[in-house]
């Protein structure tokens, strides 16, 4: 004789059906994160893009962003600390509304680069690597743009422009520095 058994249904809760890695704000660019940790397998070789992307949706790095990637990607954080450190396209500070970038290459430091971060700092408090405490202007500084023929250059907001003196430069920031 054979008896039935009745198997009980498993009942899913909505609850359930979040991600365990759901971050507690409820921001929803989290979820990008999250969706680009699954595309990835959640492998660890993946860091840099889930970083890119992160910056993406964040604008920066900041603490709570590089321990969410952390605990998904099962790294300790200092490994991610450690690449968001070393690769110049992430940033850990929030940028400002325009950008400066000085070129330090070569060519651009023996034509005068320095001259122009020198002028940027006594006249407008701007230093390599900040941001002002407005927001409006974050001044960084590069390697190499590679536009050595029209040397010392200066990329404002995406833009490159060559064979820039102090007062070129100085007229374009303190242009931003105005805004409102």
Known sequence: MQTLRAQPKAIKSQGAK??????????????????????????????????????????YLEEDVLLYVARGLKLPLSRV????????????????????????????????????LETLDKVASLHPGETTPDGKVSLMTARCIGACGIAPAAVFDGKVCGKQTAESVLENVKGWLKEE
């Open 18 to 59: 979040k991600a365990k890695n759901t971050h507690s704000s409820g921001d929803k660019r989290f979820k990008v994160l999250d969706m680009t940790m699954k595309r990835n397998q959640y492998r660890q070789d993946a860091l840099i893009e889930v970083l890119h992307k992160a910056q993406e949706a964040f604008g």
């Open 81 to 116: 600390y450690g690449v968001a450190t070393f690769y110049h396209l992430f940033s850990l500070k929030p940028k400002g509304a325009h950008t400066c970038v000085v070129c330090l290459g070569t060519a651009c430091y023996v034509k005068g680069a320095s001259a122009l």
